[in-house]
């Protein structure tokens, strides 16, 4: 992205707003008035979240977002709702919003408190529901990028669009560490780095929530999902983790450590269980390390149905009264029921018996009120008028697109094969050729994202893009629109018009998903993707493959015979138009991988592996030390230049307690074209009290070089980026000697207090 283009539509989405801590102060006040004057009911209803389909006309065949007065009144006046949530069949426009969010302050009115409901919406890369919104890269795709001003811009466009839209509560950023591929959910994340997570997340955070949440570019951000959702044995949605704490505090806890001290209002809980014990119900997870250790100090939720399945599904509570006990008492503070009231009558039934205490009900009623202050409810509750000329601007999808070209990775370009001419003939087959849904992947104006009837009618497939690139009659378009059409595996179509061709560009990969029903059983590719592949190789001609895809699905018998492939990943509504760019040398692809991309089920080893993972003991025998075997490695990523390290310096080879040690190294742009590059330090522990990591990711700077160019980037880092968890469950840094590594150059230095 151009640096006066980023810097121009952060700048349009900030209006400065003072006296923070005075609002604050007043909020508390405010509150604490309130809470005096709420009965019961009040309060409880204050916990109960529901969805649009319990009080919309038709429930969840709702298509229009008409609400059914009665339905209404009886969530406000009778429960007391105090957040909604979600749309019922597919996105909304943005005036349908206006008009929901209208109707339900005014019920509000017409209670004696007159306390506003809280809409929340998952917006995980851009305004999911929002008809003709920004949709952005994924999680994923964004890692890819490394660039973390790209995450924050893409956030604050977001932000902009939900307040637009009338919604101030955000369900995101997701903080799942990524290293489990099967996990359905995969693309949400920022991969399996630590640092990665961490540093995309804080700018996600900091996107939504800095200019102010009374304002009309800001939305409370809700980090999830707390703790360790992601790393279910058996990579399936909602399933069991078995974890020590010891890797759950180096790797699973530091994302969200990080995002509270951004100042992340929300939270929201995994919704399986650690060790055997569901985290809703995890008083130590919840309240010992989320409150006291971390100091998180905002409002807690569930995620969909989690307080009810600690009875249906966990089994950890003999009755639902007894699993909204345990989960109100280890310190949720708002239910996502959501289809219904039973969270209310069964906490009030709950309190009458004393089984919770009016202090728990009061301190999460508290944490909820002083977010509707914070977000400006208590002020306007309804969508404000000069937010609506927020959504949709033209500059939005610039940034889209820039986002998109940054994402796109190229992971393998045999003899320079890429760029393609603009004159060849080009035989575009494959699933994902023709389909918009399979760019966009999931919570993309429908919950799993596979209905292309929702998108914007601009929007490109692979095919089009091409078509726009080099003109129609330079490509052979074979398939139909969408991904399941038979006609996208006419082989007989293929072998027919491939002597036409110079070039087949193979799109495979995966439709669209989200959650559960995106489970899959192993990740190897379908068997007609495989099939198809083949034949594209049997034809003689040279095979591009675009790979697009939310997790790594399994080419390793296929990747030989591919002079080129690359990830475009679910990388939004401009994925098609960057890939071509990209194919064509439009544009100098600079994505470089999040994750390790594994040549088979038996092979699921990350980057920062420890020693024993790498080495291959053959009895009697050599040892083998290529245990970290990827078909292509944690940041792996080519441009149409190259670029060489040099003149690796440390400012001292003895650091000692808190200084400051300074990383240097040249960098040069040895090849013809302009472009971005990132670069990446890494440190190794070589020896610790723990077994090491092979490397950890500590710092990148992604910097642009004309051909040619030189420029001495520079890193600073302490002791802190050396820690890791001890035996003890203590973040430690322990005297010895470290390495560092940029490229292929190294140095070291030692540590001591």
């Not at 594994?598 to 291959?616: A, I, L, Q």
Request: charged share 20%; proline share 4%; with cysteine.
């Amino acid at each position: 992205m151009k640096p006066n283009l980023l810097l121009s539509v952060i700048l349009s989405c900030v209006v400065c707003f003072a006296g923070n801590a005075q609002i604050t102060n007043n909020a508390d006040a405010k509150v604490n008035q309130l809470l005096r004057q709420m009965t019961l009911d009040d309060k409880i209803g204050q916990m109960t979240q529901v969805t649009l389909a319990v009080f919309a006309k038709g429930g969840w065949a709702n298509t229009d977002g008409e609400l059914d007065p009665a339905l209404l009144k009886a969530a406000i006046q009778k429960y007391h709702v105090g957040s909604m949530l979600n749309t019922t069949a597919h996105a909304l426009d943005v005036d349908t919003w206006r008009k929901i969010i209208k109707e339900i302050q005014d019920e509000t009115k017409n209670t004696t408190l007159k306390i506003p409901v809280l809409y929340g919406l998952d917006a995980i890369h851009g305004q999911t529901y929002t008809l003709n919104s920004t949709l952005f890269p994924h999680n994923l795709a964004m890692a890819a990028t490394r660039n973390p001003a790209l995450v924050k811009v893409a956030a604050k466009i977001t932000a902009a669009e939900l307040r637009a839209s009338g919604v101030r509560w955000n369900f995101a950023p997701v903080l799942d560490l990524g290293r489990q591929p099967l996990w359905s959910r995969f693309p949400e994340t920022y991969g399996e780095d630590v640092y990665i997570g961490k540093t995309m997340g804080v700018a996600a955070v900091k996107g939504y929530e800095e200019d102010g949440l009374t304002n009309i570019t800001a939305v409370a951000s809700c980090m999830k999902h707390y703790l360790g959702y992601s790393a279910s044995r058996t990579g399936k949605d909602r399933t069991p983790i078995y974890m020590p704490e010891i890797e759950m505090r180096e790797y699973y806890l530091p994302q969200f450590r990080e995002a509270v001290k951004a100042g992340s209002s929300s939270i929201m809980i995994n919704s399986s269980d650690i060790n055997g014990t569901p985290v809703h119900a995890s008083k130590y997870l919840l309240t010992d390390v989320l409150r006291k250790e971390l100091g998180f100090e905002g409002l807690i939720v569930t995620d969909w149905e989690d307080i009810i399945r600690l009875h249906t599904i966990h089994k950890v509570a003999a009755t639902p009264r007894e699993a909204v006990v345990m989960a109100v008492n280890a310190g949720i503070d708002m239910s996502m029921v959501p289809g219904d009231y039973s969270f209310f009558d069964l906490l009030k039934e709950a309190v009458a018996k004393k089984e919770v205490p009016m202090s728990r009900i009061d301190d999460a009623v508290r944490r909820i009120l002083k977010l509707k202050f914070k977000v400006g409810l208590f002020d306007n509750a309804y969508a404000e008028e000069n937010a609506r000329a927020n959504f949709g601007k033209a500059e939005y999808q610039t940034v889209a697109l820039d986002a998109a070209h940054e994402a796109v990775t190229l992971v393998k370009n045999n003899n320079n094969i890429l760029p393609l001419a603009k004159n060849k003939k080009v035989l575009v087959i494959g699933p994902t050729s023709q389909s918009i849904a399979v760019l966009n992947g999931s919570w993309s104006y429908t919950w799993q994202g596979n209905q292309e009837e929702w998108y914007p009618k601009d929007s490109k497939t692979i095919a089009d893009a091409i078509t726009d690139k080099i003109g129609a009659a330079n490509v052979i378009a074979i398939g139909a629109k969408g991904f399941a059409s038979k006609e996208n595996y006419d082989i007989e179509k293929l072998n027919t018009n491939a002597a036409n061709a110079d070039v087949i560009v193979l799109c495979l990969g995966e439709n669209a998903y989200a959650e559960s029903p995106g489970n899959i059983r192993d990740l190897a590719l379908p068997d007609d993707q495989i099939n198809l592949a083949k034949a594209a190789f049997a034809t003689g001609k040279k095979v591009v493959l675009l790979l697009i895809e939310g997790r790594p699905r399994f080419i390793t018998n296929i990747e030989p015979n591919c002079e080129a492939i690359i990830l475009p990943f679910w990388s939004g509504r401009k994925t098609a138009e960057a890939t071509a760019d990209i194919l064509f040398g439009d544009y100098n692809p600079n994505g470089r991988l999040p994750f390790s991309y594994p040549k088979s089920m038996g092979e699921m080893v990350m980057y920062d592996h420890k020693g024993t993972e790498e080495k291959r003991e053959i009895f009697n025998a050599d040892v083998l030390w290529n245990g970290y075997d990827p078909l292509f490695a944690f940041g792996a990523g080519l441009s149409y230049t190259t670029f060489a390290y040099s003149n690796l310096q440390l400012s001292t080879s003895a650091l000692k307690g808190n200084e400051k040690l300074t990383v240097a190294i040249t960098v040069t742009n040895t090849g013809k074209v302009d472009g971005k590059h990132t670069v990446e330090l890494y440190s190794k522990d070589l020896y610790a009290s723990i077994d090491p990591s092979n490397k950890r990711l500590r710092a990148f700077d992604k910097i642009t070089l004309k051909a040619g160019e030189s420029k001495v980037v520079k890193f600073t880092i302490d002791k802190n980026d050396l820690a890791f968890v001890n035996a003890q469950l203590k973040t430690i840094t322990e005297p010895g000697d470290f390495e560092i590594m940029i490229g292929d150059q190294k140095a070291t230095f030692t540590w001591n207090n």
